[in-house]
Nanobody, 118 residues
Framework: QVQVVESGGDLVQPGGSLRLSCTAS????????IRWYRQAPGKERELVAG????????YYAESVKGRFAISRDNAKSTSYLQMHSLKPEDTAVYYC???????????WGQGTQVTVSS
């Protein structure tokens, strides 16, 4: 059974921090690049960060660059999204996507809610 499960979402104040986790099972995690997306109500899904299979290459959307950090631990089949200096504009459901470049096969988690509000 393939599973991708996000966790760590919470209600935080502006300027606060959260670390999201994405834990996968049922496939070879190290063969898949990981992308974190988010979607706010009424808005399209946007890519916020990505990391290559073995962590050699990362990507960040301009809106989160310098505040978010993506990482992965293949031994634990887990990716992390460390978020600092959170803003109300970061409020969204955050999704983890594991994608296999050879075929574009991908797996999605159910998402975890991040709410940034005072």
């Amino acid at each position: 059974q393939v599973q991708v499960v996000e966790s760590g979402g919470d209600l935080v104040q502006p300027g606060g921090s959260l670390r999201l986790s994405c834990t996968a099972s049922g496939f070879t995690f190290s063969m898949y690049a990981i992308r974190w997306y988010r979607q706010a109500p009424g808005k399209e899904r946007e890519l916020v960060a990505g990391i290559a299979n073995f962590g050699g290459t990362t990507y960040y959307a301009e809106s989160v660059k310098g505040r978010f950090a993506i990482s992965r631990d293949n031994a634990k089949s887990t990716s992390y999204l460390q978020m600092h200096s959170l803003k109300p504009e970061d409020t969204a459901v955050y999704y983890c996507n594991a994608i296999y470049g050879g075929s574009n096969r991908d797996y999605w988690g159910q998402g975890t809610q991040v709410t940034v509000s005072s």
